[in-house]
């Protein structure tokens, strides 16, 4: 009997080594279950696009606040000549995925395009959300 066995005495490694992936299993299936998405900066723009493969627009729904976005929706399965499927890693159901925004956004000018399973949102910066500032004070050498 090695060191490991003695300190758990009623779990053999297998059982061990399960107990211990668990987390992990349920991780990568609630990622699963959500759809990628992508934040990006298009200029004064703050892109956002997800992905939806199997989506329709009519099933799609966009919550857009200042700091927020929310994507909500519904992938169906296509029963129509469908026969046997052995395996399947396709997503269905319902899904929700938010994301902080960070920088405030003008939601009245949000856009949303939908194309070939690619959601994208288009989210202008809110006006005066940026400016340069003036430095004041002194340097070390005195100037202004």
Avoid: C
């Avoid at 090695?2 to 758990?8: E, P």
């Avoid at 856009?111 to 004041?136: C, S, Y």
């Amino acid at each position: 009997m090695d060191h490991q066995d003695s300190l758990m005495p009623w779990l053999n490694r297998d059982e061990m080594s399960r107990l211990m992936a668990w987390p992990q299993r349920l991780l990568t299936q609630a990622m699963h279950d959500m759809p990628s998405l992508e934040l990006a900066e298009d200029g004064d723009d703050l892109v956002v696009r997800v992905e939806v493969p199997g989506a329709e627009p009519d099933d799609l729904d966009i919550d857009v606040s200042s700091h927020t976005l929310t994507v909500r929706g519904e992938i169906r399965q296509q029963e129509e000549g469908r026969g046997a499927v052995y395996h399947s890693e396709r997503r269905y159901g319902r899904f929700q995925r938010s994301v902080s925004l960070p920088v405030a956004i003008d939601p009245d000018r949000a856009t949303a395009q939908f194309q070939q399973g690619l959601l994208e949102v288009r989210l202008p910066r809110q006006e005066g959300a940026r400016r340069k500032l003036r430095i004041q004070g002194t340097g070390s050498s005195g100037k202004h």
